[in-house]
């Protein structure tokens, strides 16, 4: 039921570009499809893995600017650039795993702010090398002969293709036995170690996979836009990711797409509050985590069972008694 659910929805996402030809709605379209493909690499550490992460901004700023230096130092395509992306972010990704092994909850939240706040500072302060806060601009389209990816409708096709791989990995992994490994991991990391789960392994792989996933995005994200910065990639990113996952429903695979495409077009409804995001991200948290703690599909679940019920269940115990 779940793989054809995600077919229609796939199926109903490509056909987009062919109604809607607005440039502002496709834009907003790839930015909600990168939206979806942060949220869902996150998901895979702390909706699957239960290692709550606040350096997805972090890592979606290395692979952009990995593939921006490639692009405009080395002239290199993006179907190179992003590759390398990858396999550069993921290593980012296993080196901080690795001193985050014996850090759970707080903890851990806290050592990966830390790392996402590092990471921008690199970035401003190692002008040489990054430019500083004046960016990289001038970062070339990729090419083909026949596609010209200044095209709004190409760049879309290229963020949904890239995006409907990360969520068809996301898929695969958690039917696999490291996925399973992954959840025994989040519900009681002691329990699952005496039942021989390598739990540094499965949280190594958990950040690795989830950091190349980021990176890959961000070679997107830096073709796609042209030019970087290292405001883009900063701590408020990685909130709202955190947030996405979190009230579409974490450790679930459609509660990152409807965080996604909710949190990517809600500010847009709401500029008038623009100055205030942070505070109306901390907001919504707080009333996730109070009224809603398994997201928007857990809600749903709920109602879809109460709603199911065709008698009380009161009834049913009086019938069955008698």
Same mark, same amino acid.
């Given at each position: 039921?779940?793989?054809?659910?995600?077919?229609?929805?796939?199926?109903?996402?490509?056909?987009?570009?062919?109604?809607?030809?607005?440039?502002?709605?496709?834009?907003?379209?790839?930015?909600?499809?990168?939206?979806?493909?942060?949220?869902? *690499?996150?998901?895979?550490?702390?909706?699957?893995?239960?290692?709550?992460?606040?350096?997805?901004?972090?890592?979606? @700023?290395?692979? *952009?600017?990995? *593939? $921006?230096?490639? $692009?405009?130092?080395?002239?290199?395509?993006?179907?190179?650039?992003?590759?390398? $992306?990858?396999?550069?972010? @993921?290593?980012?990704?296993?080196?901080?795993?690795?001193?985050?092994?014996?850090?759970?909850?707080?903890?851990?939240?806290? $050592?990966?702010?830390?790392?996402?706040?590092?990471?921008?500072?690199?970035?401003?302060? /190692?002008?040489?090398?990054?430019?500083?806060?004046?960016?990289?601009?001038?970062?070339?389209?990729?090419?083909?002969?026949?596609?010209?990816?200044?095209?709004?409708?190409?760049?879309?096709?290229?963020?949904?293709?890239?995006? +409907?791989?990360?969520?068809?990995?996301?898929?695969?992994?958690?039917?696999?036995?490291?996925?399973?490994?992954?959840?025994?991991?989040?519900?009681?990391?002691? *329990?699952?170690?005496?039942?021989? !789960?390598?739990?540094?392994?499965?949280?190594?792989?958990?950040?690795?996979?989830?950091? +190349?996933?980021?990176?890959?995005?961000?070679?997107?994200?830096?073709?796609?836009?042209?030019?970087?910065?290292?405001?883009?990639?900063?701590?408020?990113?990685?909130?709202?990711?955190?947030?996405?996952?979190?009230?579409?429903? /974490?450790?679930?695979?459609?509660?990152?797409?409807?965080?996604?495409? !909710?949190?990517?077009?809600?500010?847009?409804?709401?500029?008038?509050?623009?100055?205030?995001?942070?505070?109306?991200?901390?907001?919504?948290?707080?009333?996730?985590?109070?009224?809603?703690?398994?997201?928007?599909?857990?809600?749903?679940?709920?109602?879809?069972?109460?709603? @199911?019920?065709?008698?009380?269940?009161?009834?049913?115990?009086?019938?069955?008694? +008698?």
């Amino acid at each position: 039921m779940t793989n054809r659910i995600m077919l229609a929805l796939a199926a109903g996402v490509a056909l987009i570009p062919l109604v809607i030809t607005s440039p502002y709605s496709l834009h907003m379209g790839i930015l909600a499809l990168i939206a979806v493909g942060l949220a869902s *690499a996150l998901n895979l550490i702390a909706g699957y893995a239960g290692q709550v992460s606040f350096a997805t901004g972090a890592f979606y @700023g290395i692979g *952009a600017y990995t *593939a $921006a230096i490639l $692009a405009t130092r080395a002239g290199l395509e993006l179907w190179v650039t992003l590759p390398a $992306a990858v396999v550069f972010t @993921g290593l980012i990704g296993l080196l901080l795993g690795i001193p985050c092994l014996r850090l759970r909850g707080h903890y851990l939240a806290i $050592a990966t702010i830390g790392f996402q706040e590092g990471t921008v500072i690199i970035l401003l302060q /190692w002008v040489d090398f990054t430019r500083g806060p004046m960016g990289i601009t001038g970062i070339p389209k990729p090419s083909l002969p026949w596609i010209a990816f200044e095209s709004l409708t190409a760049n879309y096709y290229v963020a949904f293709v890239l995006v +409907a791989v990360i969520v068809l990995i996301v898929i695969r992994l958690v039917a696999s036995g490291l996925g399973l490994q992954m959840m025994a991991v989040r519900e009681n990391e002691t *329990a699952a170690r005496s039942v021989g !789960v390598n739990t540094t392994y499965v949280k190594l792989a958990a950040f690795t996979i989830s950091a +190349a996933m980021c990176g890959a995005l961000g070679a997107f994200y830096a073709s796609y836009i042209g030019s970087i910065d290292p405001s883009v990639f900063g701590i408020m990113l990685s909130a709202t990711a955190l947030v996405m996952v979190l009230a579409g429903g /974490w450790g679930t695979l459609f509660g990152p797409i409807i965080g996604g495409v !909710v949190l990517t077009f809600l500010p847009e409804w709401l500029r008038v509050l623009q100055d205030y995001r942070m505070s109306l991200y901390g907001a919504i948290l707080i009333l996730i985590i109070l009224f809603m703690p398994q997201g928007v599909l857990g809600v749903l679940s709920r109602l879809s069972l109460t709603l @199911g019920r065709k008698e009380p269940v009161e009834g049913k115990v009086e019938r069955n008694v +008698a």
